[in-house]
């Protein structure tokens, strides 16, 4: 199905809680809200979610509408990449998660790592920053940035989390069935390009 529908909705809400947020005029407050109120009845057409649900978790945030931040850990071992089982779909991705309000993304990469594999890990630099629209992730309400870090293990012991089942190296050619809403073949394909060429210039959008 053509996603156009998706991009709308997700548009016109960030255009309404921009506008709620910023404007003092008591009737653009109210095309405001009707805005984000059609924007919920569109993700509800196409979607099986309960408006209710919508409301609450795709137009009730406050604020100047922005992306929301994914950061994601990259850690090679003995040319393989670690990667952990997701409890929610059963498949496999780079340890991470949302960053977390007061952390720095090196701060929040360590702590995913720690928490999701039970490893201790230092940063060693930034990778790529892509938006995840451009990367074939299955459709999503959110506007998502992701950020790969390169790490190494310090630390620990392989132990899965309150998320995560397993822990796992594995090679390139040799790769887990993917959790596609995470990170896509592609993309980890593309960081072990990093473990061949370590000068490999940083990859945006």
Known sequence: MNSNWLEWAKRIQAIAQTGITYTKDAYDLERYEELRQISVDILASYTQVDKEILTLAFAGETGYATPKVDIR???????KILLVREKLDGAWALPGGWADIGYSPSEIVVK???EESGYQAIPIRLLAILDKKFHGHP???YHI????ILCQITGGEAAGGLETSEVGFFEEEHLPVLSAERNTVAQVKTMFEFLRNPEKA???D
């Open 145 to 148: 940035y992701k950020l790969f």
């Open 73 to 79: 850990g990259v850690v090679f071992q003995d040319d």
């Open 112 to 114: 995913e790592i720690m």
């Open 202 to 204: 940083v990859i945006l």
């Open 139 to 141: 459709p999503e309400p």
